[in-house]
């Protein structure tokens, strides 16, 4: 892909009738993916922590776009129960899901556990959106040009898996534990791209990063120095969020992305710009990492998921679909 400096959201195809489910959807990132997708004629459930601040969030779209297709729902990734439970009533109401994003995300807070005793940031940035997919994947397997887009971070190259202490139960850092986080959905991504082509299914994964773009991550969670650097000394040289969706718009909509690709700013150090192709952290495609990861979270989060049957192959061996 060439240089995509001026792709703005006017260039986001028509999306009426396509379903879309955007976790993290009341603030920042989600909420201006959520803005455009409305815009743009798709009807956008906002998975949300907090129903009221999600009930808020879609009133403001609607008093700018008085015709925005909108649903809120409660989610709370850091709770499986929460997880299963959107799963089970989003099937109930809707007969096929087009895009899932994973936006939703914590940063850097102290130390924490999630109701099912998992480090929070591990339990909510991966976990819960590893699940949710998992449960949504019948959903989306029936959808228009369905996805997935997983938002990571160029953090994720300063990431690593601590499968020996994944809790933080003997050494826990702050950001060490986001960057573990931020490279889980970067090894989830790439995996589930495999996965879903080798079962020869429609449903493209793809993985898309913000650059640095200033929003509520950075100074509701955070603490001390994090906090102070993030929210404060850096701050002025962040992106809004408008822009900063855009590599996860570009990921949902543009119909030139192709599965496993990711999405992130064209501009120094991926910190700012327009939309581009760019480059995933070798030991995130690392196949042992790959499958090992997802043999804990499907153990962790006690999911698995249904791929199709794979299809016929070509002469090459490669499984026919996309």
């Given at each position: 892909?060439?240089?995509?400096?001026?792709?703005?959201?006017?260039?986001?195809?028509?999306?009426?009738?396509?379903?879309?489910?955007?976790?993290?959807?009341?603030?920042?990132?989600?909420?201006?993916?959520?803005?455009?997708?409305?815009?743009?004629?798709?009807?956008?459930?906002?998975?949300?922590?907090d129903?009221?601040?999600?009930?808020r969030?879609?009133?403001?779209?609607a008093?700018?776009?008085?015709?925005?297709?909108?649903?809120?729902?409660?989610?709370?990734?850091?709770?499986?129960?929460?997880?299963?439970?959107?799963?089970?009533?989003?099937?109930?109401?809707?007969?096929?899901?087009?895009?899932?994003?994973?936006?939703?995300?914590?940063?850097?807070?102290?130390?924490?556990?999630?109701?099912?005793?998992h480090?929070?940031q591990?339990?909510?940035?991966?976990?819960?959106?590893?699940?949710?997919?998992?449960l949504?994947?019948?959903?989306?397997?029936?959808?228009?040009?369905?996805?997935?887009?997983?938002?990571?971070?160029?953090?994720?190259?300063?990431?690593?898996?601590?499968?020996?202490?994944?809790?933080g139960?003997?050494?826990?850092?702050?950001?060490?534990?986001?960057?573990?986080?931020?490279?889980?959905?970067?090894?989830?991504?790439?995996?589930?791209?495999?996965?879903?082509?080798?079962?020869?299914?429609?449903?493209?994964?793809?993985?898309?990063?913000?650059?640095?773009?200033?929003?509520n991550?950075?100074?509701?969670?955070?603490v001390?120095?994090?906090?102070?650097?993030?929210?404060?000394?850096?701050?002025?040289?962040?992106?809004?969020?408008?822009?900063?969706?855009?590599?996860?718009?570009?990921?949902?909509?543009?119909?030139?992305?192709?599965?496993?690709?990711?999405?992130?700013?064209?501009?120094p150090?991926?910190?700012?710009?327009?939309?581009?192709?760019?480059?995933?952290?070798?030991?995130?495609?690392?196949?042992?990492?790959?499958?090992?990861?997802?043999?804990?979270?499907?153990?962790?989060?006690?999911?698995?998921?249904?791929?199709?049957?794979?299809g016929?192959?070509?002469?090459?061996?490669?499984?026919?679909?996309?």
């Open positions: 892909m060439t240089r995509q400096q001026h792709w703005t959201t006017e260039q986001i195809p028509d999306q009426t009738g396509r379903v879309y489910v955007v976790t993290g959807a009341n603030s920042g990132l989600g909420l201006a993916t959520t803005r455009a997708l409305a815009l743009r004629g798709g009807h956008v459930i906002l998975a949300v922590r129903e009221e601040k999600g009930r969030a879609a009133a403001e779209i008093a700018a776009q008085p015709d925005a297709d909108l649903e809120v729902r409660r989610l709370d990734l850091a709770d499986l129960d929460s997880v299963r439970a959107f799963a089970d009533r989003l099937r109930a109401d809707h007969p096929r899901l087009d895009v899932l994003v994973n936006n939703a995300g914590v940063m850097a807070p102290p130390r924490s556990l999630s109701a099912q005793g480090e929070l591990f339990a909510c940035n991966h976990l819960g959106h590893f699940a949710l997919t998992g949504l994947l019948d959903l989306l397997s029936v959808g228009r040009d369905p996805r997935v887009v997983t938002v990571s971070s160029p953090n994720h190259r300063q990431g690593r898996l601590f499968f020996d202490d994944l809790s139960e003997r050494s826990y850092a702050p950001m060490g534990f986001y960057n573990q986080s931020k490279f889980a959905n970067a090894v989830f991504g790439r995996e589930l791209h495999l996965r879903l082509t080798a079962a020869g299914s429609p449903v493209l994964s793809l993985l898309a990063h913000p650059g640095y773009t200033s929003t991550l950075q100074t509701s969670a955070p001390g120095l994090v906090k102070l650097l993030y929210g404060r000394v850096l701050r002025p040289l962040a992106q809004t969020p408008a822009r900063g969706a855009l590599p996860q718009l570009y990921a949902a909509t543009h119909p030139g992305v192709r599965g496993g690709e990711f999405i992130g700013p064209d501009g150090a991926e910190l700012r710009g327009g939309p581009t192709r760019v480059r995933l952290a070798p030991a995130a495609a690392d196949a042992g990492t790959g499958r090992r990861l997802w043999e804990l979270s499907e153990r962790l989060t006690d999911v698995r998921f249904a791929f199709p049957a794979p016929p192959v070509d002469s090459s061996g490669t499984p026919h679909g996309r």
